[in-house]
Structure formats: C-alpha cells, structure tokens
C-alpha cells in the first residue's frame, strides 16, 4: 500500500499525449498456475477474476469499429485461462489482427492445455514467454521450483511446431526481467547469451530476447517495501531517465483493457487504478469508446512511468533504445 501511495503523488514526469491507438491489450484476468516474485499483477492460482463472455463481445466490437488497431496483445494472470481465449483468439485473426500471446511456458503441461501450442500454432500467433534466466537456479528462484524444467520443455514444444526457425514466421520471443532491484542489461548483448547458453545446452531456437524492468507495485513493490529498497530502488528510476525514450514509450499506441472492460493508458495505470475517464469523470468502458476520440488525450503520469524510461528504456517490445555495455549474463 505505501508503495502505491508513493507512485500517486505529484510527479516531475514529463508530460504525454496519445497517438492513433494501434495495440489493444487486454488482461483476460489475474488467476494463473504461477505466482512469480516479479509480478506487477499479483497473479496466483487463487484469483478469480476474469473477463466475462459479454465484456469479449464488447472487445469484439470495439476491434470491429477501431480500424486502426491492428494488433491484440493478450495478457493475464495466464490469459490462455480464460474459458474465452480460443474465441477471442479465433475472432481476432478472422479480421486479420496480429494476436500476442503472454505465455508462461508452463500453461502448456497443464491438464486440458496440451494441445495450447496446436492451438497457437495453427492460428499463427505470436508467443511471448517468460524466460528470466537460462540458469535453472535464478528462474526457479523467481518463478517457483521446477519452472525452468517445464519452460525448457514447453520452448522445446513450440520449435516442434516450427516456432522461433525463420522459415516457419511463427514469432517466438523470450522476456527476461531482472532478479531484483536493479535494471535490466543491454538487450542485445543479453539476448546473443540467451541463444548461444539456450541453443548450446537445449538446441532451443527464438525469434528475439525483450528486456523488461521489474515496476515497483503490486508484488514486487510490496517485496521492495518490506526489504527497505522501495526508495532506493525509486532513486534508481529517476537517476537514470533518458529523455530520448518518451519518443517510443508503449503508452503512446496503446491502450490497456482491464478484465472489467475498463480502458487505461497502460498496463501499470492499470493495477494503480488509473483508468481513463469521460467527460463526466467516470471510469471510460471498453463499450463508450472509439479510437479517434482517443488520439491527442493527455496519458496520465506517475513515479512508477520512469521504470519506462530509465536506462535503455522499458517496454512490452522490450528495450527502447541501446546501450554499449560488456556482454551481461542473465546471473547478475
């Protein structure tokens, strides 16, 4: 709570206005078969809050009216979850959408999911899983024990299927997020580890690595809080904002779709409650909004924003800029 009550107070963060809205995410709900360290969602087995059949048809709708989106970025918890998730999926690349998948990896060994990767596969969707680490040590550390074993078997899944080979254009990308308080590394240095630690020891083959920093709320702002690093961690953000990253932040194409239906600038506004409003100030719903009447609206911004631009920047594409650094390892 004194994490959240931190990030809402007056903020020296730039100010920002949308673009055209072209990225749709939409959290499908927080129940998930895993509880990592890291997450700024606080997902665990135990939640149940899930987007309804009749908020999916809204979604639908809304996509059916917003030519310019083009792209659905589906999130959770484990968004495959969702007793929706097929027909969204279905609906979606019937109008020709690119279809992002959040994927844990290990949604993929459980019962009724083991025909998920077939399922993806023959849809063409873009998976992107989590990977924080190719050291079985550090991923079960931040994920829960046996994780790294059933990622490793699930990427080994999808090659089968032809994800992450150039030839196949089925889209395979890996996300690290560090193990603490700290930035993450230079991407592409990370990423040429990745593949050579992930090939080398497994035959693994990806598309690319997306370096993302761990945001101070929920989970990990809580865990921050309770070891005195939440400040610190803070005065890291701010020391290392780069002014040349606001350019490419998420916010300015995206908008994020709570499992309730209602619209935010991002997924972090999301779990601080900063939802987009009317002209009335009421919470702005997925079925009372077009695109056009987004573009040029102020995005609101908070303290936790600089985990976005700090360093090489921080986005759901991973690093927004480059830094020159020695190659890092994935155990720092």
């Known amino acids: 709570m004194h994490a959240t009550l931190h990030l809402l107070t007056r903020t020296q963060f730039p100010a920002l206005k949308r673009r055209a809205v072209e990225t749709l995410q939409l959290n499908l709900g927080y129940r998930c078969n895993q509880s990592c360290v890291h997450c700024h969602v606080n997902a665990g087995p135990n939640r149940r809050e899930e987007m309804t059949a009749e908020t999916i048809d809204a979604v639908i709708a809304f996509l059916e009216a917003s030519p310019d989106v083009t792209a659905i970025d589906l999130t959770g918890g484990a968004p495959e979850l969702n007793s929706n998730f097929r027909r969204l999926v279905i609906a979606a690349r019937a109008r020709g959408l690119r279809v992002i998948d959040r994927c844990n990896l290990t949604i993929l060994e459980e019962s009724g999911f083991e025909d998920l990767a077939d399922f993806l596969a023959a849809h063409r969707i873009e998976v992107v899983a989590s990977m924080p680490c190719y050291l079985e040590e550090n991923v079960d550390r931040q994920r829960g024990k046996g994780t790294f074993d059933a990622s490793i078997r699930g990427l080994r899944r999808l090659n089968a299927l032809g994800y992450g080979r150039a030839e196949s254009g089925l889209i395979l990308n890996l996300v690290y997020n560090p193990q603490g308080a700290s930035l993450p590394p230079p991407q592409a240095a990370l990423e040429t580890d990745y593949k050579s630690r992930l090939g080398e020891q497994f035959g693994i083959v990806f598309n690319q690595l997306f370096t993302m920093a761990n945001m101070p709320i929920q989970r990990f702002g809580s865990m921050l809080v309770s070891k005195g690093q939440f400040n610190a961690y803070m005065a890291t953000l701010h020391?290392?904002?780069?002014?040349?990253?606001?350019?490419?932040?998420?916010?300015?194409?995206?908008?994020?779709?709570?499992?309730?239906?209602?619209?935010?600038?991002?997924?972090?506004?999301?779990?601080?409650?900063?939802?987009?409003?009317?002209?009335t100030h009421s919470r702005l719903h997925v079925t009372k909004a077009v695109t056009t009447a987004l573009e040029g609206v102020p995005i609101r911004v908070a303290d936790h924003c600089y985990g976005c631009t700090a360093g090489q920047g921080s986005s759901c594409g991973g690093a927004l800029g480059n830094e020159t650094a020695p190659a890092p390892s994935c155990a720092a």
């Open 239 to 279: 020391g290392a904002h780069r002014i040349e990253n606001l350019e490419q932040v998420m916010c300015r194409n995206l908008i994020s779709v709570d499992w309730q239906g209602y619209i935010y600038d991002c997924d972090f506004n999301q779990q601080l409650g900063l939802a987009l409003t009317d002209k």
